[in-house]
């Protein structure tokens, strides 16, 4: 059998966003603020990889040795002829840990809002999995949607890795895991990677790397402007802030504006005052008791998490109630 008839690629025509229009709308309020979805255009996507390697910068690493180390237990979740569904699948790296070990694994169900990494990524996969069913699909994941063609003797197994949650609002983090919950029956599970509070002095340095790379993909957005509207905003006019808001649990990343200038932005005048924050984005972290109350509000049951040793990191495990 030809490995592309075990690969099935659906578009499910998802919103995609509109940079120029959502800049402008997003500079022209106040505070300023910028989405954090567009850092990703193909510098910010070599950029943020980049991030993930360096020694500050603990939970890819953590949830990488997370993932190894519980990889049996992981395993054992699956009935045979299960479905691996994966919100926000990117390049399936961490992913493979599980397709490597996991033999009860059928299918093998990616969802993201880029199409073109989509059908990269899984092409790639159903030539090193060849006996794997691949249905992948190209949809806005914390929508609620249907999978297709999914024929399964088995469970559904849901993973959501990177700690990616933690960049939702508490509200949009609550509607994911009920259309979560919605999706699941009584036999499958959910695993999610979640950031877990700690020193502030360990969460501030992991955003402000000694390297400056974090600096440089969070000004990525200034040189991105400057490129999709031919405008010359000056990066050095710009300067890169990360710290921790103890009060609402978060990190919180900014641009501060450096000195008084004006840009016009499809025949928007946008002023820019020294010492003003331009909110780009939020990575909130959670106590194990406060992602599990968050789960139960969303009629989901924490049956485990698995930590790394320095408590770091989490993978929760979840059921229906």
């Not at 849901?158 to 933690?166: D, E, H, N, R, Y």
Request: charged fraction near 25%.
């Amino acid at each position: 059998m030809e490995v592309w008839e075990k690969l099935k690629i659906v578009d499910m025509k998802p919103k995609v966003a509109h940079f120029r229009e959502e800049i402008v709308q997003g500079l022209l309020k106040t505070p300023k603020q910028i989405s954090p979805k567009f850092f990703y255009d193909r510098k910010g996507s070599e950029l943020f990889d980049k991030i993930t390697t360096l020694e500050e910068y603990y939970p890819t690493r953590k949830e990488r040795m997370i993932l190894k180390d519980n990889i049996g237990e992981i395993c054992s979740l699956f009935l045979n002829g299960s479905a691996l569904v994966e919100y926000g699948s990117g390049g399936s790296s961490k992913t493979m840990e599980i397709l490597d070990h996991c033999h009860g694994i059928s299918t093998y169900v990616p969802l993201d809002i880029s199409a073109s990494q989509l059908e990269e990524t899984s092409k790639r996969l159903s030539e090193k999995y060849p006996h794997l069913n691949i249905v992948a699909l190209c949809v806005d994941y914390t929508t609620r949607f249907e999978i297709p063609f999914l024929q399964l003797t088995g469970n559904i197994i849901a993973l959501f890795l990177g700690s990616t949650i933690g960049n939702f609002e508490p509200e949009e983090a609550s509607n994911f895991l009920w259309n979560v919950m919605d999706m699941i029956g009584p036999e499958d599970r959910v695993i999610i990677g979640v950031d877990l509070k700690k020193d502030p002095s360990i969460l501030e340095a992991a955003y402000n790397d000694s390297q400056g790379v974090t600096a440089l993909f969070n000004l990525n957005l200034i040189n991105r402007i400057n490129r999709e509207f031919g405008t010359s905003l000056d990066t050095s006019s710009f300067s890169h802030v990360a710290f921790y808001n103890r009060k609402v649990g978060r990190i919180e990343m900014h641009l501060e504006v450096l000195k008084d200038m004006e840009v016009i932005l499809d025949g928007n005048l946008i002023k820019f005052n020294r010492g003003e924050l331009i909110h780009t984005e939020n990575s909130y972290k959670y106590d194990p008791d406060e992602f599990e109350k968050l789960a139960n509000r969303n009629n989901l049951y924490m049956e485990k998490v698995w930590k790394d040793q320095d408590g770091y990191f989490g993978l929760f495990l979840l059921r229906k109630m």
